[in-house]
Each structure stands twice: as structure tokens, then as C-alpha cells.
């Protein structure tokens, strides 16, 4: 591992700040250290550059534990939300700033200025002042000048938040792109989503329980894609924006294409979780809804576990009214909203649960407000987290 960040903690008079943090960063791997305001995030950041210093724990790079060496040795880069640029300098000057505190030749600087400005498609501004660019370019231009001196690890803190959204999404897959290009170690701080999901190799979940006096601390580790389809917790699949949770008990388990919930296993007994090891990659569980079955969990479970239930919101798909069998759930449409390529949907159903899903259909394949409608839930957007 390139960077290793352990058991780091930190607290200000009456306020926790980080609580035993501990995780690591492959060379070249880009890590997201997603969470909401006060979790945190930029103190750890801070850490890690050298800017502040932990109560406990260690940050090591390279196999050199950073404890005592000054912010300006680490050779690392940092970029703010706020760019932090000369307004008073053109192009150039900026972006050649580090490599003028690095006592790079004049020949030198101007090659590594030309290189960085058309890696970020700005070739041709050197001379532009950057209080004429758009939110956009003096994006760029930070970024270019946190490069070009060659960082050891690069860290961006919330660098798309001062862009309207349009903007932001335009340089999301931008900036993965120019950071792998680049092949740079990165740790890339913000509280979007889908700015994380994006760009990230791998994402931090952090959470700060402040009621419990604890700071910071990583609720979930993974990829976009891991972390998207398994949240750990109830907690992490809130955080995602995920709606649709409800309380379970677990029943059973089943093996695909057994025919539906509560059907009998091979031994004529709904099997229990771990009873078909091989075979059950389905589990079955009680639900306001009713008996619903859910992909095999990562997390082992036992008959009578009491679970959260979270179905993702492409779980859904409408299907004929009066129509019955596994997963099948009837209700009735609260309201629609069109998308574009989806519909969402708010419908109640048993027990006055409300789902918010995501169907793929035309208008005219949709009942009115207040009308039947019959869902069908697909298992594997279904997962069981701890309850």
C-alpha cells in the first residue's frame, strides 16, 4: 500500500472531529472520502497534507511514517473548493507556481505549463487573466497547478462544489480521466453521491455519531459499485438518498428458480441460511409487504433475525393488475413524476408501506393517481442490511 492511514483520531475543546480511522491507497487508485458536513472529511484531509496534526494514530506513505515531517516536505498537492487562485496572475503564472517554489529552470517551467494546460484542454490561455474564465476553466487551471509539480499524492477537497450542476456532471468523468491519465494517487473529498460514484476507485463512507461523542469514524469501505448494491447499514443506504427500508424477519432461504417464497428446499423444508450453502442464493423474509425474497446477503443471517429490508428503487416494474406470485405486491399509485427514460413513482401498499421506485414505461402503461397498481419486485434489488 502506498498510503497508510491508521488508527488516526482528533478532537478540539468539546468537539470530536475523527474517531479511529483507519484505511489505506493504492498507487494510482482514486479514493473518496464521501459524508456529510461535520463527519470529518476535511480534517482528515488536513492530516494527511500535514496541516494538522492527529491526537493518535499514523499516516505513513511510501513506507515513511509522516509524524513530524512539515506539510511543504510531504510533496503532496492540495486543491480547494475554492481554487485558491492569484487573481492578480494570468494562466501561466498560476499553474507554474509550485514549480517556481520547487526552483524549476525558466526552460523547464514553461514546457511543464504547456504539458499540464493541454491536459486539461486550456491550451492556448496561458495569458488570459483568471478573473475572465468561468467557473469551469479556473477549475481547470487549479487543477493543472496542483500537477504540475509532480505531487506524490494529490487531494481535492469538494474541487466541484462552487459549479452548478450542469457543470459539475460535465467534469466528473473529466476529471477521472485526467487524474488515471496523469496516474496520480488521489484522495478526493465531498458529500455527492454521484460525484463519489463517478470518480472514485473506491469510496469511504463517513459518519460522526457528535450524540454518542464520537467524531468521524468510516461507517463502509468499497467500490461505487459495491458500496451502491450492499450498503452495510441502515445508515449508509439513508445517506445514498434509498427510501424504500423496511423492517424484516427472517425466515428462510431458497434456491434460485425454486418457484417463489416459501417454497420447500430439496429436503421438503423451507431451508434455513447456510442449510444450502451451494444452492440458496436467495433468502426469504417477512415484510409489511409480505413475504418477499432478497438476493443473498453478504452479512450471515438465521431464521427469526430481525433485518432492515432496503429495495432499491430499479426494484420495481408494473405488471397486470390481479396478477400473483413471488415478489408480486398490490397497492395503488400515489403519484407519478416523468423522468425522461423513467417514471417515478410513489405507490402504498400493505400495511400502509410507501415505495418510491423507478419504472421504465410509457404513460399509457400507467394507472391514473389513486388507481390499482401491482409491482413486482425484482430479488435482487432487494438486500437485507442489519435491522
Known amino acids: 500500500m502506498l498510503l497508510q492511514v491508521t488508527h488516526i483520531s482528533k478532537s478540539y475543546p468539546g468537539l470530536p472531529v475523527l474517531h479511529d480511522v483507519s484505511f489505506t491507497a493504492d498507487e494510482g487508485e482514486?479514493?473518496?472520502?464521501?459524508?456529510?458536513?461535520?463527519c470529518g472529511k476535511t480534517t482528515l484531509l488536513c492530516i494527511v497534507a500535514g496541516l494538522e496534526s492527529p491526537d493518535a494514530g499514523r499516516v505513513v506513505f511510501a513506507g515513511e511514517d509522516l509524524a513530524g515531517v512539515p506539510a511543504h516536505r510531504r510533496n503532496f498537492g492540495l486543491m480547494f473548493q475554492d481554487y485558491a487562485l492569484f487573481p492578480h496572475r494570468d494562466v501561466t503564472a498560476n499553474v507554474a507556481f509550485g514549480l517556481r517554489m520547487q526552483g524549476r529552470p525558466a526552460g523547464e517551467i514553461a514546457g511543464r505549463v504547456r504539458e499540464m494546460l493541454a491536459l486539461v484542454a486550456l491550451a492556448g490561455y496561458e495569458t488570459r487573466r483568471v478573473t475572465?474564465?468561468?467557473?469551469?476553466?479556473?477549475?481547470?487551471?487549479?487543477?493543472?497547478?496542483?500537477?504540475?509539480?509532480?505531487?506524490?499524492?494529490?487531494?481535492?477537497?469538494?474541487?466541484?462544489?462552487?459549479?452548478?450542476?450542469?457543470?459539475?456532471?460535465?467534469l466528473m468523468n473529466e476529471l477521472r480521466i485526467?487524474?488515471?491519465?496523469?496516474?496520480?494517487t488521489a484522495l478526493y473529498v465531498t458529500h455527492d453521491q454521484e460525484e463519489a460514484f463517478a470518480i472514485a476507485d473506491r469510496v469511504l463512507i463517513m459518519r460522526a455519531r457528535l450524540e454518542m461523542g464520537e467524531g468521524g469514524h468510516i461507517e463502509q469501505a468499497g467500490t461505487p459499485q459495491a458500496v451502491y448494491r450492499h450498503p452495510a447499514t441502515p445508515y449508509?443506504?439513508?445517506?445514498?438518498?434509498?427510501?424504500?427500508?423496511?423492517?424484516g424477519v427472517v425466515i428462510g432461504a431458497e434456491a434460485r428458480g425454486s418457484g417463489g417464497a416459501g417454497e420447500r428446499g430439496s429436503g421438503g423444508e423451507l431451508a434455513l441460511p447456510g442449510q444450502l450453502a451451494t444452492q440458496a442464493r436467495l433468502l426469504v423474509v417477512e415484510t409489511p409487504l409480505g413475504r418477499l425474497v432478497a438476493e443473498d446477503a453478504i452479512a450471515a443471517y438465521a431464521a427469526g433475525d430481525r433485518v432492515t429490508v432496503l429495495i432499491r428503487p430499479e426494484a420495481a416494474e408494473?405488471?397486470?393488475?390481479g396478477e400473483t406470485g413471488s415478489n408480486v405486491v398490490p397497492g395503488r399509485l400515489l403519484e407519478r413524476s416523468f423522468r425522461g427514460s423513467y417514471h417515478l413513482i410513489r405507490s402504498e401498499?400493505?400495511?400502509?408501506?410507501?415505495?418510491?421506485?423507478?419504472?421504465?414505461?410509457?404513460?399509457?402503461?400507467?394507472?391514473?393517481s389513486g388507481a390499482p397498481l401491482t409491482l413486482h419486485l425484482d430479488p435482487d434489488a432487494v438486500t437485507l442490511l442489519p435491522g
Do not use: W, Y
Request: glycine letters at 10%; charged letters at 20%.
Open 236 to 247: 449508509v443506504a439513508q445517506f445514498l438518498g434509498f427510501r424504500n427500508l423496511l423492517e
Open 318 to 321: 408494473v405488471r397486470p393488475a
Open 349 to 368: 401498499h400493505a400495511g400502509g408501506a410507501v415505495l418510491t421506485c423507478e419504472v421504465s414505461v410509457s404513460d399509457t402503461d400507467l394507472p391514473p
Open 30 to 38: 482514486i479514493v473518496c472520502l464521501l459524508g456529510p458536513s461535520g
Open 178 to 184: 485526467i487524474l488515471k491519465r496523469v496516474g496520480v
Open 132 to 170: 475572465d474564465l468561468s467557473g469551469g476553466e479556473q477549475q481547470r487551471v487549479a487543477l493543472a497547478r496542483s500537477l504540475a509539480p509532480g505531487p506524490r499524492l494529490l487531494m481535492l477537497d469538494e474541487p466541484l462544489g462552487a459549479l452548478d450542476r450542469a457543470l459539475s456532471e460535465q
